[in-house]
């Protein structure tokens, strides 16, 4: 998939923020290849050969494909009920008062409101259509939190009660799924399973809202979301009914991650790709709405402590397979990447050395 030499007749490529390379044979998506779906009930069971049986359909879908349905994950549907709430109310509002909260005012970070068509990931005709708002991982808001008094990074509208609050409570249920789910991951990678315990005491733990009007230009001329993969170890999106995932698969063709009711879509991010050594992928993916209504959906973005090392998982290389990356702490990984999603930090010294 990331190799462009030997490419079939009218096949593209992409080139992503993290450098690498991608081809595919049509902009037209199928359900012909299919997202393995996972019931993750066993992840609460006492018995570790319950988790360990989950793990191994983790472990097959994060190498294969890098993606996978997770049902009867145990978050009641309210929560992401209100979050959605949350979302249309903040989209609502005129865009003075979303750019009281614009990304440009919080440097090195991501958070903060994304105006509609403000990026062009991948150069079409017309810029990305849909906005966004990102918010950070706060202490106060995580059961577990090992420090309270922490400053959270981020940026929120101070005229619209309830807003913080309901996306918050939808967050931290996230955040708890996610560190049992990192649990799961270290059995799927043949480790013991409190192996990345000390990675996620203070995880990176971002969130984001985002509004897709339906677009009516073709794919070929825009798209919702361009092509790109996520940063951190993995994902877990919550998506309305509207259709218009889609997945680049190892064959180069688009598969289309249709909404499965009660689910959460789950994808493996850079970080984890890079400190597997690639064992686990980190795949390609895109969003074109052609639902006739408009879209709404909520990644949460799991990663590791920043101040940690993103070192090599010892079960992923050996004098045969050596590190594919170099390694660096999480937050310099972070800091690369949202300045080069956010379109600075462009042909540095830095791209070299991270690349």
């Known amino acids: 998939m990331s190799s462009t030499e030997t490419l079939k007749p009218g096949t593209r490529t992409i080139t992503l923020h993290n450098g690498q390379v991608f081809s595919y044979n049509s902009n037209t998506a199928s359900a012909l290849e299919c997202i393995p779906i996972i019931d993750v009930s066993k992840i609460y069971s006492d018995e570790i050969e319950d988790r360990k049986a989950v793990a191994e359909e983790i472990r097959q879908a ?74 950070a991982y706060d202490a106060t808001q995580d059961p577990d939190a090992v420090d309270k008094s922490e400053e959270s990074i981020g940026i929120w509208p101070n005229d619209l009660p309830g807003f ?47 509004h897709y009007p339906e ?7 825009q798209q919702g979301i361009g092509a790109h993969t996520d940063v951190e170890c993995f994902t877990i999106v919550t998506q309305d009914d509207s259709g218009g995932l889609e997945v680049l698969s190892k064959s180069g063709n688009w598969i289309k991650a249709d909404p499965v009711p009660g689910s959460f879509v789950v994808n493996i991010a850079d970080c984890f790709m890079r400190q597997t050594n690639d064992f686990f992928v980190s795949t390609v993916h895109r969003v074109i709405n052609k639902s006739g209504k408009e879209r709404y959906s909520a990644p949460f973005f799991f990663g590791f402590d920043r101040q940690k090392l993103l070192e090599p998982v010892p079960t992923c290389v050996s004098e045969e397979n050596p590190m594919r990356y170099p390694v660096m702490t999480g937050g310099e990984y972070y800091r690369w990447r949202t300045n080069r999603q956010k379109g600075s930090g462009v042909n540095t010294e830095e791209d070299s050395a991270l690349e």
Request: aromatic share 16%; charged share 30%.
């Open 62 to 135: 994060s190498k294969d494909i890098g993606f996978f349905y997770m049902v009867n994950h145990g978050i009641e549907p309210s929560y992401s009920e209100e979050a959605f709430k949350q979302a249309k109310r903040f989209f609502a509002l005129t865009e003075d008062r979303k750019m009281k909260v614009f990304t440009g005012l919080v440097p090195n970070e991501y958070v903060g409101f994304h105006p509609m068509k403000h990026y062009n990931r991948n150069g079409w005709k017309y810029r990305d259509l849909s906005e966004a708002y990102n918010w």
């Open 164 to 210: 913080r609050e309901g996306l918050y409570a939808y967050h931290t249920r996230l955040l708890q799924l996610s560190r049992r789910l990192t649990r799961i991951f270290a059995l799927a990678l043949h480790l013991p399973e409190d192996y990345f315990d000390e990675y996620i005491k203070r995880p990176e733990a971002g969130m984001r809202i985002l």
């Open 215 to 221: 677009q009516t230009h073709s794919a070929d001329e």
